[in-house]
């Protein structure tokens, strides 16, 4: 159902990569809200991927950019201000990525290499793309940049590996960016806490099923869905949110705030072997 929240708004999608990504519903709820957008991925993803067939959908353009890149980012902004006619309105980053754990090198043995991408793709690229738009004068008035973020940037959750660090560091650049951004040309900065989502990068988090469970029992709202954040994203770009900025927004049903559920209590008291298979997956019900 559309509201209009984002009636004759201009934005920029970063991340979509096939209809399990966030990216993907936030395109499709913002259009559905009014918006004209472009659509933007690394060259390898728009060849692998689906977003030329979400493009095609949505009557909008790729503009293809590696996020760490600042001169493709910086082509980004400049050519969707001249499709979309004017500065932009919004900006979706929901992109990351960790080397150390598609190789499945733990926390205590991680390649330095690697972490330096996992922190440039996932969190220095959100920097890199904000600071070209500053430069460019790209964001209009009241315009809002969010990024995706997760609990474990505050919390230890052991299979989200370098990936923790990455998200802290994402946060830590939506504050200190915010704050420069908001002052100098009132652009808001936030970061949105997800939960666990069965995605393309979300399946690669070591254990994901049975985080996914585990948080879903610990959330008195159970864990939000990509279309939820989706929803959520679409409330951060509209005017009803004109004086939030610099902040980490929690989206994951409660779970951030909870100590213990009386759900996850019980599973813990029966002993996790009752839900699990032969194999160790868990039997949902
Ligand atoms: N899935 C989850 O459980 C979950 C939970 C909280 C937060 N998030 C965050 O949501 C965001 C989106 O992830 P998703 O779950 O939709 O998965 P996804 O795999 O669909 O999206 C990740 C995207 O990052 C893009 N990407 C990777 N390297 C890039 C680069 N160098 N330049 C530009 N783009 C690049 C990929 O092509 C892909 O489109 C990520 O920041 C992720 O950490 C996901």
Redesign the pocket.
Known sequence: MSNNLLKGKRGII?????D?????KVAERAVEEGATITL???P??IRM?E?NALAEKLNCQVVP?????VE?LTNVFKTSMDILGGQIDFVL?????SPNVRKKRTYDDLDYGMLDKTL???AV?FHKMIQSAKKLNAIAEYGSIV?????AAQRTFYGYND?AD??AL?ESIARSFGYIYGREHSVRVNT??????????????KG?DK??DFANRMSPLGNAT?DE?ADYCIVMFSDLTRKVTMQNLFHDGGFSSVGMSLRAMATYEKGLDEYMDENGNIIYG
Not at 20 to 24: D, E, G, K, L, T
Not at 65 to 69: G, I, L, M, Q, V
Not at 93 to 97: A, E, K, Q, R
Not at 147 to 151: E, F, M
């Open positions: 970063f991340g979509a990569l096939n399990q990504s966030i990216a993907w933007s991925n690394t390898m993803a991927g977003v950019a590696d996020a760490t890149s493709d980053h929901s992109i990351g990525m440039d793709i996932s690229s990024a995706l973020s997760y609990v990936m990455a998200k994402l949105i806490s997800q939960s666990p989502t069965f995605t393309t990068a979300g399946s690669g988090v994901m985080l996914y990509a954040c």
